[in-house]
């Protein structure tokens, strides 16, 4: 344990209906202010969570902000770092090697390639853009709107309330106390007995 606390946003899938109102909050939240329509034909919506559907249902997949982070310890250029106990990814240091893409065991995190980077410089502006020796890159993940005090903008957002700011530490100890308290109840129920018998 390093001692920071380890928040993530937990998806229910039996409430997601597959709305995306996530997806759209989150790319709202991030593109700073550079757009006035939200989704429109020249400003395609790239989140940094995404919405995921099978047969058994659908809910969004974001980073869970690991501990031991593998996205984390498999980075060559230590590009993502832990502030806050958020794992973030330092763009201006990524050279888009793909190896947090492989290590990341949710698939949370997206790097995209050239062919859709014109897109993204319509939405982030070219100073949004690194360069890899020429070629742009976009390397995004959740980062639970680190900085936004009224924290992630998919929990905000959620009209099904699917999605929860989850504090590890927290959900932890109230397993412990619900525990301890389970235990007593049957070691006095067990008191209980004897004394009947």
Do not use: W
């Amino acid at each position: 344990m390093n001692g920071e606390q380890s928040y993530f946003v937990l998806a229910d899938g039996e409430k997601c209906t597959g709305c995306k109102a996530c997806e759209v909050a989150c790319f709202a939240a991030h593109q700073k202010g550079q757009l006035k329509t939200v989704g429109a034909v020249t400003s395609p919506v790239i989140p940094n969570l995404y919405l995921t559907a099978s047969e058994r249902g659908c809910m969004p997949v974001q980073c869970h902000h690991c501990e031991n982070a593998p996205c984390l310890r498999s980075c060559a250029t230590g590009a993502i770092e832990r502030q806050a106990g958020t794992v973030v990814i330092n763009r201006k240091k990524c050279i888009g090697c793909k190896n947090c893409v492989m290590a990341c065991p949710f698939g949370a995190i997206a790097i995209l390639g050239a062919s859709d980077m014109a897109a993204v410089g319509d939405v982030f502006g070219p100073a949004g853009i690194p360069q890899d020796q020429g070629a742009p890159r976009y390397v995004h993940k959740c980062d639970l709107c680190i900085g936004k005090d009224t924290g992630p903008a998919c929990v905000a957002t959620c009209p099904n309330q699917a999605l929860r700011l989850v504090d590890a530490a927290a959900e932890v100890r109230e397993k412990r106390i619900r525990s301890t308290v389970a235990l007593e109840f049957v070691s006095d129920t067990a008191i209980v007995n004897q004394g009947r018998q």
